[in-house]
């Protein structure tokens, strides 16, 4: 499974210090069923926990996942600062998250090459 994110959520990251490993570990738990909501047309809800702290008070992330295939980290945020995304919003993912799961390796290719988006890893999804 690739694992990719896109060049907004990966600004957000950095500054929140959220590293691959923390981000594996959400797209490992999600693949068994662990995730905080599923809110349709292949969009997730997905708390990560920072080092050093619990998933209680940490970051939420959206992600756009599909088993055995891709999964884009699209948005994240603190709790501190939202406690959660409006429905225009979780729209708006939706849509954007379903055409990155669209695109072709060639098109995924050009959009890494291009600084769109960063691939983060290969997650074994248990194929």
């Known amino acids: 499974m690739r694992v990719f994110t896109v060049k907004a959520f990966s600004r957000w990251a950095k500054k929140q210090t959220l590293g691959n490993e923390e981000l594996n570990t959400a797209i490992q738990e999600i693949i068994n069923g662990l995730y905080d909501a599923r809110l349709g047309g292949n969009l997730y809800k997905k708390r990560v926990a920072l080092q050093g702290q619990g998933k209680r008070g940490s970051t939420r992330t959206l992600i756009a996942f599909k088993k055995n295939d891709k999964a884009f980290f699209i948005y994240g945020f603190d709790k501190g600062s939202r406690s959660n995304i409006t429905e225009k919003e979780e729209k708006l993912l939706k849509v954007f ?18 600084g769109e988006l960063v691939e983060i890893t290969e997650v074994q999804d248990g194929r």
Do not use: A, P, Q
């Not at 669209?102 to 959009?111: A, F, G, I, V």
């Open 97 to 114: 998250g379903n055409t990155l799961l669209n695109w072709s390796d060639k098109e995924l290719n050009k959009r890494i090459k291009d």
